[in-house]
Structure formats: structure tokens, C-alpha cells
């Protein structure tokens, strides 16, 4: 299958060609950039054929059965409508789309259309989080009363452009990460949050836009959920714990683009080592993704679930502004 970049971005460079290039019979052939030399220097340096700056013409290659959309959040949405509209199968960056309509919208024109998309959440991917929600399933931390999310890092300095002064672009930590926490919460827990309250913070690199949170959010089955999500924490590391009547999970190290990290089971008093697959986030991301287009099974994270994460994420900037605690409207999904 040959795949369109729509987007000359970092996340293409440093994880989703390779992604994309490490699956049987797939190759990315064109790249789109709304700047002609950058498009050009991009295709040359990754050994992709074509650069366009016009999406129809890229779409109109008949040869390209699939898109990977990695612009700013703002154009993911027109983006998504034109690749549907050109039969094209879509990989959609998070968050979808900038209000939830429009994700909405996108789901349905790819569903119309009979078209796989898919919401390349990576984390429901990694080693660490398969085994995570492994010891949920097979009931060794019982029923599940709490989890404690820590997601808040230091931004890397090539990072640091539309993310923290844009947010005409969906720039702001909310955006970015809690949409990742909404979609690795769900899909540990099996449930949606139901409510949220939320603070938020512009501490030193957000101008215009948060670029601190922390936020508490109750599940349907009870369980409460914290989460803190930054990008100018430089020392904390990254952490996702689930504390059940049973037992706890420690999982240190796993909000993270590497297949990396420790995970310990706690049951009276002793710590139980436990062991993951390391393979890459992404390359099984787009295995699925393969798969969903052969027809068999679904992707990873589905378009549904990127519109879920995105209306977790939008009741915590609402909770955050307002103060108030916030009920999570999923619309209709
Ligand atoms: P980038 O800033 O690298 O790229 C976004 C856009 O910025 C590109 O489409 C490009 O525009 C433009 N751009 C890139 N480099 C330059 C440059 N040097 N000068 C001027 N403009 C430039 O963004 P990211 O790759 O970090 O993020 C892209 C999307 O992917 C976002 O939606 C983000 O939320 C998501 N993302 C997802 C991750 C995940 O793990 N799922 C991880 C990181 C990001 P053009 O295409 O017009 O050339």
C-alpha cells in the first residue's frame, strides 16, 4: 500500500515512516508541506518521491491508498473531509480535530465511506501498557478504586513552536497530552470519565496556552482518576499507577515514545517484578492499522476513541477555565 504525508512533521521523521516502512508491501511515496523548499528537503532527506503543497494534487494520485495527517491540530480536520472524500484510508494525529463536531464528522464521512481511520494514540500500544491492562483483566489488583497518572515533562526545545504560543493550532499541554491520558485511562479501565474538575496553569513557556494541568475525573464505576500533565517539568519522570482491592500497579517510566520503562506488582507488602514485550509503539500501531484495511479486526485506536480522548480533554480545559466541575459530553458516538 502507498501512503501520503500530509504534513512535514518531526513525528513523521522520527517515528511514522519507519513505522509505516517496517510493514510488508507499504511505502510512503508523497509528502505534502505548505512550504515548496521545506516539502522538498523533507522528501529528499526521508527518500520519498514526491512533494506536493497543493492536498488535492496529492489526493489525486490514484496509486495512494493511505494518509498519515500530522499537521497542527487546527488542519487535521479539513485535511481528514478532503482524504475521505478521495477514498482515502486515513491515520489521524491526535487530537483530532479542534472541537468535537468536527471529529465527529470525520469518523462518520470515513465510516460513510466505508474507510478505515484510525487515532494513532501510541500508548494503548506499548509493551508496558498491554501488561497493564493484562493484570487489570485477570483480576490481580481487583476491583480498581483509583489511578494516578504522571505525565508532566520538559517540552524538548525543537518542540517548542506552535505547542506553546498557538492556540489557533491547538498549542497548550491539554491538547497535547491529556488526550493521551483520556485514551490510556480508557482503555485500562474500560469505561469513559464521566466528570472532571481541573486546574490549569501558563507557568513559564505557555504564552497564550496552559502548558501545566492537573485534573481529577470520576469514572462510571467509581473509581477516581488524577492526572498531571506539563511540559516544563524537568525531573519527574513519567508514571501510570492502578490501585485495586487486591493489589497496586507501579509502572514507572511509561507515558513515553519508547518501548521502555518498569512495572511492579505490590500485594501485601511485596513487590512483584513484572515483564513486557519491547517492541516498537508505533510499528504496531500501523500492524493494526494494515490489518483493519485487510479487513481484519479494527486499528489500535480507533476514530472513536480519538473522539472520546478529545471530549476528556475539552472538559478539562472547560473545568480548568470555568472552575466548575465538568460533565464529559461525548456527543454522539
Ligand atoms: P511539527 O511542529 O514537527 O509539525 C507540524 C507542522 O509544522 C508540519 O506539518 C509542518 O508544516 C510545520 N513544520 C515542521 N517543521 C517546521 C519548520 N522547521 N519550520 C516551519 N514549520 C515547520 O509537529 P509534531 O510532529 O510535533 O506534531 C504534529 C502532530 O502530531 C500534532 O497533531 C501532534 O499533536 C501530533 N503528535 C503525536 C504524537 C504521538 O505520539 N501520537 C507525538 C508528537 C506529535 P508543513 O507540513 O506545512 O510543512
Known sequence: MKWGLIGASTIASQHMIGAIRAQDGNAVTSVLSSDADRGKAYAEQHSIDHAYTDLDALLGDPSIEAVYISTTNEKHHPQALAAIAAGKHVMCEKPLAMTLAEAQEMVAAAEAAGLVFATNH??????????????????????????????AVYLPENLQGWRIDNPA???????????????????????????????????????????????????????????HEGFTVRHAGTSFEVHGTK??????????????????????????????????????????????????????????????????????????????????DYGEV
Open 169 to 227: 493550532a491547538g498549542g497548550g499541554v491539554i491538547p497535547d497530552i491529556v488526550v493521551h491520558d483520556a485514551d490510556t485511562v480508557r482503555f485500562h479501565l474500560q469505561e469513559d470519565p464521566e466528570s472532571v474538575v481541573a486546574i490549569e496553569r501558563s507557568e513559564s513557556l505557555g504564552k497564550g496556552v496552559e502548558d501545566s494541568v492537573m485534573s481529577v475525573w470520576q469514572m462510571p464505576s467509581g473509581a477516581l482518576v488524577e492526572t
Open 247 to 328: 493489589g497496586s500497579i507501579f509502572a514507572q517510566g511509561v507515558m513515553t515514545q519508547q518501548p521502555v520503562g518498569q512495572i511492579v506488582l505490590r500485594k501485601d507488602g511485596v513487590d512483584e517484578p513484572i515483564t513486557f514485550s519491547e517492541h516498537n509503539l508505533y510499528e504496531r500501531a500501523m500492524r493494526h492499522f494494515m490489518q483493519a484495511v485487510a479487513g481484519e479486526g479494527a486499528p489500535a485506536a480507533t476514530g472513536v476513541d480519538g473522539v472520546k480522548s478529545l471530549a476528556v480533554a475539552l472538559a478539562v480545559k472547560d473545568a480548568a477555565v470555568s472552575g466548575r466541575r465538568v460533565t464529559v
Open 122 to 151: 501510541h500508548l494503548r500500544n506499548a509493551g508496558t501498557h498491554l501488561k497493564i491492562r493484562e493484570l487489570i483483566e485477570q483480576d490481580r489488583v481487583g476491583e480498581v478504586q483509583a489511578v494516578r497518572v504522571a505525565h
